[in-house]
């Protein structure tokens, strides 16, 4: 089995691992952080169509539903104009961890939450996706991170819940109902990033939250009508809507699980610390928050983390049941 940082070019011709951008790692933090800019509006975008208890508009499980039932339609269409070969048999697990975990769990708890709680306060929760991921991802892959990463990883997710505290003003940490939805969310994240990076390894990544977005549709379809808004909703709403049904539930999705399988899901994940920055960002046009030099100062320390994390070593333990490579498909 050859090495995935390299490449024959003849039979039986050793070659050097590709470094710099050609790296495998490289190209897989690259599409990680397109994946994670792209998830960076969902947040925003989210509390800009459900509304808040005040002002309700779209309700958390249609906001959910209904965004995995158009990426789940669209999903079925691209699958068939491609002739995608069904999953194996040996997929369907993972897979339906996978929609559990990004289709059903993430979505709705968060679609839940972010009616009574602001983004901000959102962030300091989400903000432990990184290292919760990481977490999943070492299980599953039998990887061993080094104590310099676990520790950039740490101090990344810290300066991230410090950023979002700081941004809070009183309310700080105060504990709220709507947290517990929270951090349920983040491991139904981490649980589905894991073992849809998984997946990865062995199919398009594309095909991954496809396949994932399709087994779903026959719960996602009928409590998406079921859920359908009875009052008129702005433009806004319904564009947050097809925002997060298009990109955040299906696009990023493509980027973000080749970045998985490239660079590994133990060092990756790690490009999540950026993301409640970029939400902060984002949410200046969308909801009027103002930008400042201390949420500028905090996105460049927590890149720097990332940064330094890659460069740690992540050591790869024994492969689990290991078949011959003409087994393997």
Same mark, same amino acid.
């Given at each position: 089995?050859?090495?995935?940082?390299? /490449?024959?070019?003849? +039979? #039986?011709? +050793?070659?050097?691992?590709?470094?710099?951008?050609?790296?495998?790692?490289?190209?897989?933090?690259?599409?990680?952080?397109? !994946?994670?800019? &792209?998830?960076?509006?969902?947040?925003?975008?989210?509390?800009?169509?459900?509304?808040?208890?005040?002002?309700?508009?779209?309700?958390?499980?249609?906001?959910?539903?209904?965004?995995?039932? &158009?990426?789940?339609?669209?999903?079925?269409?691209?699958?068939?104009?491609?002739?995608?070969?069904?999953?194996?048999?040996?997929?369907?697990?993972?897979?339906?961890?996978?929609?559990?975990? %990004?289709?059903?769990?993430?979505?709705?708890?968060?679609?839940?939450?972010?009616?009574?709680?602001?983004?901000?306060?959102?962030? @300091? &929760?989400?903000?432990?996706?990184?290292?919760?991921?990481?977490?999943?991802?070492?299980?599953?892959?039998?990887?061993?991170?080094?104590?310099?990463?676990?520790? $950039?990883?740490?101090?990344?997710?810290?300066?991230? *819940?410090?950023?979002? @505290?700081?941004?809070?003003?009183?309310?700080?940490?105060?504990?709220?109902?709507?947290?517990?939805?929270?951090?349920?969310?983040?491991? $139904?994240?981490?649980?589905?990033?894991?073992?849809?990076?998984?997946?990865?390894?062995?199919?398009?990544?594309? /095909?991954?939250? $496809?396949?994932?977005? %399709? &087994?779903?549709?026959?719960?996602?379809?009928?409590?998406?009508?079921?859920?359908?808004?009875?009052?008129?909703?702005?433009?806004?709403?319904?564009?947050?809507?097809?925002?997060?049904?298009?990109?955040?539930?299906?696009? !990023?999705?493509?980027?973000?699980?080749?970045?998985?399988?490239?660079?590994?899901?133990?060092?990756?994940?790690?490009?999540?610390? *950026? =993301?409640?920055?970029?939400?902060?960002?984002? /949410? *200046?046009?969308?909801? #009027?928050?103002?930008?400042?030099?201390?949420?500028?100062?905090?996105?460049?320390? @927590?890149?720097?983390?990332?940064?330094?994390?890659?460069?740690?070593? %992540?050591? =790869?333990?024994?492969?689990?049941?290991?078949?011959?490579?003409?087994?393997?498909?």
């Amino acid at each position: 089995m050859t090495h995935p940082a390299t /490449s024959p070019s003849a +039979p #039986g011709a +050793p070659t050097a691992p590709a470094t710099g951008w050609q790296s495998p790692e490289t190209r897989g933090l690259l599409w990680g952080l397109l !994946g994670v800019t &792209i998830f960076a509006f969902t947040l925003p975008m989210t509390r800009l169509a459900v509304g808040t208890p005040e002002a309700p508009q779209m309700s958390g499980v249609f906001m959910a539903m209904g965004r995995a039932a &158009i990426a789940g339609v669209l999903s079925a269409l691209l699958l068939w104009a491609r002739r995608a070969p069904w999953p194996r048999p040996e997929d369907w697990r993972p897979l339906v961890f996978t929609a559990l975990g %990004v289709v059903f769990g993430f979505p709705l708890l968060t679609s839940l939450a972010m009616r009574h709680v602001g983004a901000v306060h959102a962030s @300091v &929760i989400i903000g432990m996706l990184p290292l919760a991921t990481a977490g999943v991802g070492a299980l599953l892959h039998r990887q061993r991170p080094s104590p310099r990463f676990w520790l $950039c990883a740490l101090l990344g997710t810290a300066m991230v *819940v410090a950023f979002a @505290v700081l941004r809070s003003g009183s309310a700080g940490l105060s504990l709220h109902p709507a947290d517990l939805l929270l951090f349920a969310a983040v491991l $139904c994240a981490a649980v589905g990033y894991g073992y849809g990076a998984r997946l990865s390894q062995r199919m398009p990544s594309g /095909s991954v939250i $496809c396949w994932a977005l %399709v &087994i779903s549709l026959p719960a996602t379809l009928p409590l998406g009508a079921w859920s359908w808004p009875t009052a008129p909703m702005p433009a806004s709403a319904w564009g947050a809507l097809a925002y997060v049904s298009v990109f955040s539930m299906w696009l !990023g999705f493509f980027a973000w699980y080749r970045g998985l399988a490239l660079g590994g899901t133990v060092r990756v994940s790690q490009v999540q610390l *950026v =993301q409640p920055f970029l939400g902060m960002l984002f /949410s *200046v046009p969308l909801l #009027g928050e103002s930008l400042d030099a201390v949420s500028l100062g905090f996105g460049i320390a @927590v890149m720097a983390t990332v940064v330094v994390g890659r460069r740690a070593p %992540v050591r =790869q333990g024994p492969a689990r049941n290991p078949q011959p490579a003409a087994m393997r498909g």
